[in-house]
């Protein structure tokens, strides 16, 4: 699938999202887009793509002649919550940079088992196996669990973008280095720790190192998270607010004892 055919596809519906227009469409002024896809976002002037991608981590220190450069040839699309933005099996030679909101990358089976393999908030990437050459994982979808912007940019844009700027492939090679450590260390939670210990572990990292306290999510999103069922983390949110870790609202979690979760992240039993 080339860059225009992505484009003109995105934003299948899974399921029905809240808030998102019926026939699947999502244009700049809250109308839907003609094609029922994503809309291109007619409001980004390239002087705001180029604040949007210098923000960007391995963007860093590239001279403005360069981000101009970028602004001119990437695209800035937006998608509501709970659509799809790459579904497992498509092919795709695009890079996606994440401007605002999360994305969730989920591996499903085909009975429909879920598991969220990852969570990613703004100002970062993914869909980076286009840098190698390789199709998004087979088995592997992105979902905006967010309103999200994201700008899409070739792979042919960012093969010449790593040989005049090395230090951008270094950049990103670190970023995919962290995410493979940070999926083996959630393999090895799955192995050796209780639910309880997975999800408390789960709201820190969703919660991030901020003052943040109030997580948007939901109990089945959870669920996906920590690889169990959703009655499961009913239970357990129930049991961390009673001791006075949490406070629950709908399709939120509010922090109240980050040390207490931290202490249950570390728990064994």
């Known amino acids: 699938m080339r860059l225009g055919q992505l484009l003109n596809a995105w934003g299948k519906v899974r399921g029905t999202a ?7 469409g999502a244009a700049p002024d809250g109308g839907a887009a003609p094609d029922g896809g994503a809309a291109p976002d007619g409001r980004a002037t390239g002087g705001v793509k180029e604040q ?5 981590d391995v963007f860093r220190d590239l001279p403005k002649s ?41 591996r499903e089976t085909t009975d429909g088992k879920r598991l969220v393999t990852a969570v990613l908030g703004p100002e970062t990437f993914f869909g980076e196996m286009a840098l190698v050459g390789q199709r998004f994982p087979q088995d ?19 093969e010449r973008l790593v040989m005049e700027h090395p230090k951008v492939g270094l950049r990103f090679m670190e970023r995919v280095g962290a995410r493979l450590a940070e999926t083996q260390a959630m393999l090895e939670e799955f192995a050796f720790k209780p639910v309880a210990a997975r999800l408390a572990g789960v709201l ?13 999510v939901s109990h089945q999103e959870l669920a996906d998270m920590v690889a169990t069922y959703r009655e499961t983390v009913t239970v357990t949110l129930h ?9 629950l609202g709908r399709r939120s979690v509010t922090m109240l004892d980050r040390a ?5 992240a570390e728990a064994e039993e």
């Not at 981000?67 to 790459?86: D, Q, S, Y």
């Not at 092919?91 to 989920?106: H, M, W």
Request: hydrophobic residues 40%.
């Open 52 to 56: 949007y991608l210098s923000a960007i």
């Open 66 to 106: 360069e981000m101009e450069r970028l602004a001119k040839v990437t695209r800035m699309v937006t998608t509501p919550r709970g659509r799809t933005i790459f579904r497992a099996g498509d092919a795709s030679d695009t890079l996606f940079l994440l401007k605002k909101g999360r994305v969730q990358i989920v």
């Open 204 to 216: 820190l990292r969703l919660a991030g190192e901020g003052d943040r306290q109030v997580i948007e």
């Open 239 to 247: 049991d961390f607010r009673e001791r006075g870790l949490v406070d």
């Open 140 to 158: 592997s979808t992105a979902e905006a669990l967010d309103d999200a912007t994201v700008c899409v940019m070739s792979r042919l844009d960012v």
């Open 260 to 264: 207490g979760l931290e202490a249950q």
């Open 18 to 24: 809240p808030g998102a227009a019926p026939d699947g």
